[in-house]
């Protein structure tokens, strides 16, 4: 039964990236954290606990179902970082709230450095700095720790992924992973206000620290395999990615950081038959010019903040991934709920081209009500255009 649940949900997403009729439309989750808080559980104690965070995760899935997850529990190793004392993350188990704290442990200046030899100065810079123990003296029993730790972290994602797969027919969104050597900076080493500042200050050794990470990071041989390598059954697209630092980045900046290493990306999937899957944090409809050359069946695309009927009327070939929103799933009645997807449904998946999910990554308690998860998912299991 798990096989044949995999088989009909792996064709099904790829025949609407394809824009092919589907006799329903699939379901994605987006839900995060708000996993965890369904499954009454605080976040500060199941984000610690293995055994609870996959209670929560593989409960989530018996209750509602969903045919791909964005999470399935193996997002923050909290285990981990606390023994660097790196985590920046917040939680407030009061409120049920999740935040992280902006970060930079590259400074202003060391872009030169970074890329002289990005290797050296990782290891040398950033990691200490990340990770203020790793210069104490006890800094050896607290690495041998974190390598124990984090080896029972990947035994309980490997967990959760093989239940979902094995026990339920739940399809892995990718085998490879790629991303765009910008987020890097925006998300890790200069934090989001300073690379904003970089990218008008000092774009030459943004520039220069971009095509450093890309070499250290072995992108090329990343897509290299990507290109390669066929498609593992239990897998629906070639590869997936996440932008994030595109939200400070204007039209002609998103062409320089990011469209060279998409382009390469797409266009590799229109070669070798392969599908992409694109998650997007904030809008992209600013940058629609260029998601118009991306040929048709090849990107399914999650914009997070976007109006998804207008980005259909501006790049009609691409698919499209989301449209219930947190005001609707959470504050609306369950009809009100139904509505909305019904005119999701109805205007970008009556012919294909639709995986319907969410507009935000759920986070939160009051982001959805359970009975409007429950009647949108029923809705999209009997759709009939």
């Known amino acids: 039964m798990a096989d044949s649940n995999l088989q009909e949900r792996i064709q099904i997403i790829q025949d609407a990236t394809s824009f092919k009729k ?6 994605y989750s987006n839900y995060w954290t708000y996993m965890v808080l369904d499954a009454g559980h605080k976040l500060g104690d199941a984000l610690y606990d293995y055994g609870m965070l996959f209670e929560a995760v593989i409960g989530f899935h018996e209750k509602y179902n969903f045919d791909m997850y964005n999470y399935t529990g193996g997002r923050n190793p909290f285990r981990v970082t606390d023994l660097f004392e790196a985590n920046r993350y917040i939680i407030d188990d009061e409120r049920g709230a999740f935040n992280i704290q902006d970060n930079e442990i590259m400074y202003e200046g060391e872009y030169e450095e970074l890329a002289k030899d990005p290797l050296k100065f990782i ?4 990691v200490p700095r990340k990770g203020q123990l790793m210069s104490a003296p006890e800094s050896f029993d607290i690495f041998e720790k974190a390598v124990k730790e984090y080896d029972l972290y990947n035994q309980f994602t490997a967990s959760t992924t093989k239940t979902l797969l094995e026990e339920h027919g739940v399809p892995q969104k990718a085998p490879t992973a790629l991303r765009a050597p910008f987020d890097n900076f925006f998300n890790h080493l200069r934090g989001m206000k300073e690379t904003a500042i970089d990218m008008r200050r000092d774009p030459q ?3 220069a620290g971009i095509k450093a990470l890309h070499e250290y990071f072995g992108i090329d041989a990343q897509v290299e395999n990507f290109r390669n390598s066929p498609l593992p059954s239990h897998c629906v697209f070639g590869a997936n990615s996440v932008l994030l630092g595109h939200s400070i980045c204007s039209p002609k900046q998103f062409g320089a950081y990011y469209w060279p290493y998409l382009k390469e990306w797409f266009g590799i999937c229109a070669e070798t038959g392969k599908q992409f899957f694109l998650f997007t944090e904030a809008q992209v409809t600013s940058f629609a010019d260029y998601f118009r050359d991306v040929p048709k069946g090849v990107l399914m695309l999650q914009p997070e903040q976007d109006d998804l ?8 070939d691409v698919a499209l991934c989301g449209g219930m929103t947190t005001v609707t799933l959470g504050y609306k009645s369950k009809q009100e709920a139904l509505d909305m997807a019904k005119m999701f449904a109805d205007e970008l998946g009556a012919d294909g081209g639709f995986f319907m999910g969410q507009n935000k990554m759920m986070t939160y308690k009051n982001d959805a009500k359970p009975e409007n998860i429950l009647a949108v998912q029923e809705f999209c299991a009997n759709y009939k255009p």
């Open 22 to 27: 589907t006799s329903r439309i699939p379901t």
């Open 123 to 126: 290891w040398s810079v950033i």
């Open 205 to 207: 050794g943004l520039d």
């Open 309 to 316: 009927i207008e980005f259909r009327r501006l790049v009609p």
